[in-house]
C-alpha cells in the first residue's frame, strides 16, 4: 500500500533523463573510442591493402591467361606484329626492344611518358616505353591492348574478357621512398609493366606494392620474395629477370 505521495515521488523520479553533464561524458567516451577505432584499423593502410591484393591477383590472371597462350599457339608473339617474331622482346634487334605500359596516353587520366632514358640493359635509343592511346584500348585481349598478346588466338577464345589495369594506373606518382614523373620514371609508378625475352620464349610483369603490409620493407613484403631481381617491385611470369632489378622504370 502506497503512503500519500509516493506514486508521485516515483513518477517524477522515473522521468528523470540524462543530465548535461551525463550527456558529456558520452559523447567525450564516444569521441575517444572513435579516435582509437580510426587508429587500430588505419582505413589508409586497408584501402592500400586492397589495392594491392587486387594486383597479385591481377597479375596472376595475366601469368595464366599468357601462359595457356603460349602453349597452345603455334609460333606465340610475345610482342605484338613487329614482321619478326619477338622483335621488340628481350633479345631481339636492339633498337626495336620495348617496355610495355598499363598506363594509356591520353584519355581517363592518361599521361605520356617523356622520359627519354630507356631503362639499365635497355640500348635502344629512342624511347623504350609503349602505351595505349586509350583506357578503352588499353584493355583488349586481341593484341592490341597494353599487352600485345593476341589471346583471341587461343583455341576457344581468350580466357579473360579484358585487360586488367592498375587499381591507381598513375605514372606520376610517390610510393614509399620513390617519386616517379613523366619526365623521370621509376619504380614508384603505380602502373604495370610487362616486357617479354625472345630466346627462350618467355614474360615478366611487375607492379609497384604500397601498403605497409606487401609493399616495399612491409610486414609481408611480397617483393622480397617473388624470385625476381627487383625488390622494389612484385614480379611474376616465366622470366623473372627480364626487367632490370633497377629503379629507373
Known amino acids: 500500500m502506497f503512503k500519500k505521495g509516493e506514486g508521485l515521488v516515483r513518477a517524477t ?59 597452345t599457339v603455334s609460333g606465340p608473339q610475345l610482342d605484338g606484329t613487329s614482321g619478326t617474331v619477338n622483335d621488340k622482346c628481350d633479345g631481339g634487334t636492339a633498337a ?60 576457344g577464345g581468350s580466357p579473360i574478357s579484358n585487360l586488367p589495369l592498375d587499381p591507381t594506373n598513375d605514372l606520376s606518382t610517390t610510393t614509399g621512398s620513390d617519386t616517379s614523373t613523366a619526365a623521370v620514371l621509376n619504380n614508384g609508378a603505380l602502373m604495370y609493366r610487362y616486357a617479354c625475352k625472345k630466346t627462350p620464349a618467355s614474360f615478366e610483369i611487375d607492379s609497384r606494392l604500397e601498403s605497409g603490409s606487401y609493399g616495399v620493407g612491409g610486414s609481408d613484403d611480397r617483393s622480397a620474395k617473388d624470385g625476381g631481381n627487383n625488390s622494389n617491385l612484385f614480379e611474376m611470369g616465366t622470366g623473372l629477370t627480364i626487367l632490370p632489378g633497377t629503379n629507373d622504370f
Request: avoid cysteine.
Open 13 to 71: 523520479t522515473a522521468q528523470k533523463g540524462f543530465t548535461l553533464l551525463e550527456l558529456l561524458i558520452v559523447i567525450t567516451v564516444l569521441a575517444i573510442l572513435s579516435v582509437v577505432l580510426i587508429f587500430v584499423l588505419n582505413p589508409t593502410e586497408i584501402l592500400a591493402k586492397s589495392r594491392d591484393t587486387q594486383r597479385i591477383s591481377d597479375l596472376s590472371t595475366l601469368k595464366t591467361a599468357i601462359a595457356i597462350y603460349m602453349s
Open 96 to 155: 626495336n626492344e620495348e617496355l610495355w605500359l598499363s598506363i594509356n596516353t591520353t584519355a581517363g587520366g592518361g599521361e605520356s611518358v617523356t622520359d627519354a632514358t630507356p631503362p639499365t640493359g635497355w640500348t635502344q635509343a629512342a624511347t623504350s616505353w609503349e602505351q595505349n592511346a586509350s583506357t578503352t584500348g588499353a584493355t583488349l585481349v586481341d593484341g592490341t591492348g597494353w599487352i600485345p598478346v593476341n589471346l583471341g588466338a587461343i583455341t
